[in-house]
C-alpha cells in the first residue's frame, strides 16, 4: 500500500507543530480529512447549499438528492437491509441519547433493567442512566478482564426477564478491544433482549454488515471515518424504529400538526426533527468512498501492522505498562510510564510534536477498575507510519528519566 500517496491526501499532516513534523496519534478522538472530504464541504457551501426536502428551487433538489445519496451509500456501507433504517444525528452520542430516549420512553418501567458493559464510553452509559432515573430501572454491568475482555459468563446470569436492553461497544476506545459482538447479540436474543451496539471505534477499522451481526441499534460519528464533525448515523431495525416515539419535535418529522393532535412522518423522517447538518452529511458521502478506495479490509491490516510493532516496541520499555491486551484488538494503545501522571506524559510528547490524548478518556469505570487516574492513549490510522511509531518510542525513552 502506497501509505505516502494517502498521506498526501491529508493537508493537516504536513504542518510543524514546535518546529517538529507532526505525529498525529490521536485518531481515536478524531481522523484527519482527506483533501475529497474538504473538498465536498467546500463544494456544497460554495454550490449547493440549500435546505433539504421542503424547497421547491433547484438548490434545494440538488442537495436534498445528495443528502439522500449519502443515507443510500450509508446503508450499503453496514448492509442495512432499507435505507430508511438509516438516521443522521449530530454523532454517536445524539444516536444512543435518541434510542435510549425512545426506547426508554416506549418500553422501560419501573424495576426494569438495561444491561451495559464497565468498559463503556460514558455516551453508552449516561444517557442509561437517564431513562433509569426517569422510569426507576437500573443498570446491571458486565465486567471483564485485567487484560480487558468481557466476561460473558458473567453476562449470561445478568439477564432475567425485567433485562430491557443490551448497550455495548464494539470496540473500546480506551483498551482498543474487539468485543464478541456477534455472540453476545446472540446471547441477548436468546433472552429475547435487543442489542445496541456503540460503533464509534469499530466503523473505521472493520467491515460492518448490521443483518450478518442481527445487531438492533448500531451507532456511529462521521468525524471518527474520515468524515466531518457534526454528522452520526443511527442505525435501527425497522420493526423497532417503528414502534418507537420520536425523540425531539419539530419541522419535517410530522405528518400534519393541528393543536388537536400531530401525526408523525414515516422513516427515517420521524426521528430526523429540524434541519440537520446538509453539507456534513455530503462530506461523509466523500469519507466513505476514501475508505472504500483503499478498502476497510486493508485498512483494518496495515493498522494491525503498525499495533502490532508499537506494541512490541513499548515491550522494550521496562517502565512502561499497557493496559488492554485482549486477543484481539484496533490501534489503540494506552499506556502509563511508571506512576507518572499521564497528563505530564502527554505535555512532554506534545512539546515533541507528538499528538496522543491523556486522561479518562471518557471511560472513567475502566480507570476504576484498574485504580489509576487515567492513561495516555496513542490511536492509529491509515495514514500513520512504522518511522512515526519509531519517533513515539524515542520520545518515551527520552522523557521517561525525567518523569520516573
Ligand atoms: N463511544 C465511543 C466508544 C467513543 O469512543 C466515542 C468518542 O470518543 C463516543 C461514543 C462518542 O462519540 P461522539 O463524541 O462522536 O458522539
Not at 443511527?234 to 405528518?255: F, N, S, T, V
Not at 408523525?264 to 453539507?279: Q, R
Not at 515491550?315 to 507518572?340: C, M, Q, W, Y
Request: proline share 4%.
Amino acid at each position: 500500500m502506497d501509505i505516502d500517496s494517502i498521506r498526501s491526501q491529508f493537508p493537516i499532516l504536513s504542518q510543524n507543530v514546535y518546529g517538529k513534523p507532526l505525529v498525529y496519534f490521536d485518531n481515536a478522538a478524531t481522523t484527519q480529512k482527506p483533501q475529497c472530504v474538504i473538498d465536498s464541504l467546500c463544494r456544497y457551501y460554495t454550490t449547493l447549499n440549500s435546505n433539504i426536502h421542503r424547497g421547491a428551487h433547484y438548490l434545494a433538489a440538488q442537495a436534498t438528492d445528495e443528502y439522500e445519496q449519502t443515507r443510500q451509500l450509508v446503508q450499503k456501507f453496514i448492509n442495512a437491509r432499507h435505507s430508511h433504517e438509516i438516521v443522521f444525528t449530530r454523532g454517536t452520542t445524539e444516536s444512543i441519547n435518541l434510542v435510549a430516549s425512545s426506547f426508554g420512553e416506549r418500553f422501560v418501567g419501573k424495576g426494569d433493567e438495561i444491561i451495559v458493559s464497565a468498559m463503556e464510553h460514558h455516551s453508552n452509559i449516561v444517557p442509561w442512566q437517564l431513562v433509569c432515573e426517569r422510569k426507576g430501572a437500573r443498570l446491571r454491568i458486565i465486567p471483564f478482564s485485567d487484560e480487558g475482555v468481557l466476561d460473558l459468563e458473567a453476562l449470561e446470569t445478568l439477564f432475567n426477564e425485567r433485562t430491557r436492553i443490551v448497550a455495548v461497544n464494539h470496540v473500546s476506545n480506551t483498551l482498543g478491544t474487539v468485543n464478541p459482538i456477534g455472540e453476545i447479540i446472540q446471547m441477548s436474543h436468546k433472552h429475547n433482549v435487543p442489542v445496541l451496539i456503540d460503533g464509534a471505534q469499530a466503523i473505521s477499522h472493520r467491515q460492518v454488515d448490521v443483518q450478518a451481526l442481527g445487531c438492533d441499534f448500531y451507532c456511529f460519528s462521521g468525524h471518527k471515518m474520515y468524515g466531518p464533525m457534526g454528522v452520526g448515523i443511527m442505525y435501527g431495525r425497522e420493526e423497532l424504529l417503528e414502534q418507537l416515539p420520536p425523540y425531539q419535535g419539530g419541522g419535517e418529522m410530522i405528518k400534519d400538526v393541528t393543536f388537536e393532535r400531530t401525526t408523525y412522518n414515516e422513516l427515517p423522517f420521524k426521528f430526523e426533527a429540524g434541519t440537520p447538518s446538509v453539507g456534513d452529511v455530503i462530506g461523509l458521502h466523500s469519507a466513505i468512498g476514501f475508505m472504500q478506495q483503499i478498502g476497510i479490509d486493508r485498512i483494518a491490516t496495515y493498522e494491525k501492522e503498525l499495533t502490532d510493532y508499537a506494541t512490541e516496541q513499548m515491550h522494550t520499555i521496562d517502565s512502561l505498562r499497557i493496559f488492554g491486551t485482549a486477543p484481539e484488538k484496533t490501534s489503540v494503545i494506552s499506556f502509563l510510564i511508571g506512576n507518572a501522571h499521564p497528563y505530564d506524559t502527554g505535555t512532554l510528547l506534545d512539546k515533541l510534536g507528538i499528538a496522543v490524548r491523556t486522561g479518562h478518556h471518557c471511560t472513567q469505570p475502566i480507570m476504576d477498575r484498574f485504580g489509576i487516574p487515567g492513561t495516555v492513549r496513542a490511536s492509529f490510522a491509515i495514514y500513520n507510519t512504522p518511522a512515526e511509531i519509531d519517533i513515539l518510542i524515542a520520545a518515551i525513552k527520552k522523557i521517561a528519566p525525567i518523569l520516573l
